[in-house]
């Protein structure tokens, strides 16, 4: 038994926002309320805490297997609960793709032995990710898997993503799209604009993606299955996504930390903000804030990218995409939308709960019988976030020496404490 | 001021003051072009890598007659038979040419901001021979100085500069030095290699797509190589581009009487370039290739510092 005491529970789904106890009996929970405690209960003091459900990561890449030198199941989700995440979705691009039911199963028994959190993992969308035939995507649900995606590279065709959204819907599962129109990517190592020109480097317009966004959308009108955009990066595919929740289509976006805090003109030559889809201008970075204010965006998600060194100690032009991002993910959020004023708390716990929950079409919630998944996090506590620190393998990261108010403190998986501050 | 700069990886962060030193600090050395016994001994027993990681030949031999000049040895790596062919990183290419123990560095590469990669993970001067897309900040400075020679000061010029300057590293680095002596730069070429942004690169620039309005009131006329393989992604016929664009007699008197026409090399005749206005009175493009010679000593010379002031040098062809 376990008792979380005094916190304030913020919890989206029953609209609560109150100090109360949770007490936690094995990986459930038991009980809520002012005195929800047990003779013999170890006690947390969440006085000043809050209390979320667990925090869940839609996009991140653990790298395993095959690209162990940059992270492995165990040392990423060591990171994500260190991020306040309980639960992250692993997108399939490792080497072998998971793109069928016995690398899913692989990577779902060695997260049961290694994972500090659950991982809950993503299929491919074609067989070995490479835009032709489906991949075994039945036989990957029946092993775990919660959505699709071919991310790295966009579903390669309009027909190709029109079969995954129709077989995927009897299925329950969405199909998430790195949106980018790869003639107009072509060569791209940063967003266009004045930065690009100015530094010489190849960039990609804006409209890279918000064609692809616009592609997809129709089909998503034309199927009515379920599509959820990765790391949306721009206002216009914003206004899409937004336009097509109008209409009543199942239309969902995430977008990342670094893209609602950083610009393309912080890039310089270093390959830390080396990212796909590239960080956007100022004016699109602003769009995301607002997206996230107003509901038109879903969910965060991290988008935690480890790559070693060598992959990232190189010229800019040859530098892999990618930053990692669990741990930091919360202290931006706090510092980019809630202690500016832009969304309020509940609205701040939804994007990393409720959110992404229903993206995949599951329930989030802090009630008597449900997973005790929780996030303990702080909204004032002053602390420096150092990459030679983190759980991850990798310290490909910009916030190196970034300093935050307010994190995450604890994180609970299954009743159990897998991350205390 | 300029003896603390360590590196010369681009002009944009340079200041005018500091352009016009290194301008100052090249007059001596273009003297020493007209001696007959050209050799100094200032950098005696210094060497210089010239690491080409890209097709070069006009660059690489400034450097290297530059370096000889000043009685420096050089350390040639080409592209041809760099391990960079062999997969071998720049990150390892930059540490083995240091542990060569050179006094500098001089680095063109096809990735943009490689001479800065290069400079950050060494500890020897690093000069950038041209870095992907980004700058030429020699070619730049030789350019300023034949037009300072000619037109007796850079403040307050006209100039049309023609071609695709969207790729173009000298037009980049041209545009900043220009810039901050206050010219009125003109850009003018095939609307897809002209980006908007070019006009908010640096302070008095605009677009211009008739080649004609271009030229009008222009006293220096900078023609640019077109790459062919540019006029390939996607498809521009060549004579589309020498109908348009081409630099011609004609087109160059709709520019002020007796305008400079520069041209960074190589040239093609008869492509972005008529031969008449190639080898014409105008013409300044042999006199780029000696200057820069004499910005490249002057540089060589700041970086490494060899002994005695530049005022000796002046003297030391004697």
């Given at each position: 038994m376990l008792v979380i005491r005094k916190g304030r529970v913020i919890d989206p789904a029953s609209k609560t926002d109150a100090a109360m106890d949770v007490l936690i009996d094995g990986e459930r929970i038991a009980a809520l309320g002012a005195e929800a405690r047990a003779a013999d209960a170890e006690i947390v003091d969440a006085t000043g805490w809050i209390v979320a459900p667990g925090f869940i990561d839609l996009h991140c890449h653990l790298?395993?297997?095959?690209?162990e030198a940059s992270e492995t199941i165990e040392t990423g989700t060591r990171a994500a609960a260190c991020g306040g995440f309980a639960a992250v979705c692993p997108m399939p691009n490792t080497r072998p793709v998971n793109d069928n039911a016995s690398m899913t199963r692989a990577i779902v028994e060695r997260a049961a032995a290694a994972g500090r959190v659950r991982v809950w993992p993503i299929g491919a969308v074609s067989a070995g990710s490479g835009g032709e035939g489906l991949a075994e995507i039945a036989g990957m649900k029946e092993a775990g898997i919660v959505a699709v995606s071919d991310d790295g590279h966009p579903v390669a065709t309009a027909k190709l993503l029109r079969q995954a959204m129709e077989y995927c819907r009897p299925l329950g599962l969405p199909v998430i799209d790195h949106c980018e129109e790869p003639s107009l990517f072509a060569g791209a190592v940063m967003r266009e604009g004045l930065p690009s020109t100015r530094l010489g480097l190849a960039g990609m317009p804006a409209a890279a993606e918000s064609i692809a966004v616009s592609r997809d959308v129709q089909i998503a009108g034309l199927t009515g299955g379920r599509l959820h955009i990765a790391h949306l990066s721009s206002r216009a595919s914003l206004e899409l996504v937004r336009e097509a929740k109008k209409r009543g289509w199942a239309v969902t976006c995430e977008v990342t930390p670094h893209h609602f805090t950083?610009?393309?003109?912080?890039?310089?030559?270093?390959?830390?903000?080396?990212v796909n889809p590239p960080l956007a201008s100022p004016e699109d970075r602003d769009a995301l804030v607002d997206g996230l204010a107003d509901g038109s965006v879903d969910a965060i998600a991290t988008d935690h990218a480890p790559h070693e060194r060598a992959k990232k100690d190189v010229e800019f032009d040859r530098a892999a995409f990618g930053m990692t991002g669990f741990e930091t993910a919360l202290g931006l959020a706090l510092e980019r939308l809630y202690h500016p004023g832009r969304i309020s708390l509940i609205r701040l716990v939804e994007l990393f709960t409720t959110g992404p929950a229903g993206v995949l079409g599951i329930g989030r919630r802090i009630a008597p019988g449900e997973a005790a998944d929780l996030t303990l996090f702080s909204l004032h506590h002053q602390w420096t976030f150092r990459s030679k620190h983190s759980a991850s393998r990798s310290r490909n990261t910009p916030f190196d020496g970034r300093s935050f108010r307010g994190g995450p403190v604890m994180t609970i998986v299954g009743g159990r404490i897998v991350y205390r501050r | 001021m300029l003896e603390r700069l360590r590196h010369l990886l681009a002009i944009e962060p340079l200041s005018a003051e500091q352009i016009s030193f290194l301008l100052d600090q090249a007059k001596p050395f273009q003297q020493i072009q007209r001696h007959p016994l050209k050799k100094l001994a200032t950098l005696r027993g210094k060497s210089v890598v010239l690491a080409f990681f890209e097709a070069s030949t006009r660059t690489r031999i400034s450097f290297g007659t530059a370096a000889a000049r000043l009685g420096a040895d050089t350390m040639a790596l080409q592209a041809e038979s760099s391990s960079l062919k062999k997969g071998e990183s720049l990150m390892d290419t930059a540490q083995t040419l240091e542990a060569m123990k050179p006094d500098c560095i001089v680095i063109r590469h096809a990735a943009s901001g490689a001479a800065q990669f290069v400079s950050e993970r060494v500890g020897v001067p690093v000069i950038n021979a041209g870095d992907g897309l980004h700058e030429h900040p020699t070619q730049a400075l030789l350019d300023a100085l034949t037009i300072r020679d000619r037109?007796?000061?850079?403040?307050g010029l006209a100039i049309t500069i023609l071609g695709?300057?969207?790729?173009s590293r000298v037009a980049r680095s041209n545009i900043h030095l220009l810039s901050k002596f206050g010219a009125a730069i003109t850009l003018c070429g095939p609307a897809m290699w002209l980006p908007a942004e070019l006009e908010r690169l640096a302070p008095g620039v605009r677009r211009s797509f008739r080649v004609e309005e271009a030229l009008e009131g222009a006293e220096v006329v900078m023609a640019l190589r077109v790459q062919q393989?540019?006029?390939?992604?996607p498809a521009l016929p060549p004579d589309e581009y020498v109908r348009l664009y081409q630099l011609t007699e004609a087109r160059l008197s709709?520019?002020?009487?007796g305008a400079l026409v520069l041209h960074p090399g190589p040239m093609i005749r008869g492509f972005e370039i008529e031969p008449a206005v190639a080898d014409g009175a105008q013409s300044c493009v042999l006199e780029q290739v000696t200057n820069g010679l004499a910005v490249r000593m002057a540089l060589l010379f700041l970086l490494i510092g060899g002994a005695g002031g530049p005022e000796d040098l002046a003297h030391a062809g004697d």
């Open positions: 790298r395993e297997p095959g690209d950083l610009t393309d003109e912080e890039v310089g030559y270093d390959s830390r903000y080396k | 037109r007796g000061s850079l403040d695709d300057i969207l790729h393989e540019r006029l390939n992604e709709g520019a002020r009487p």
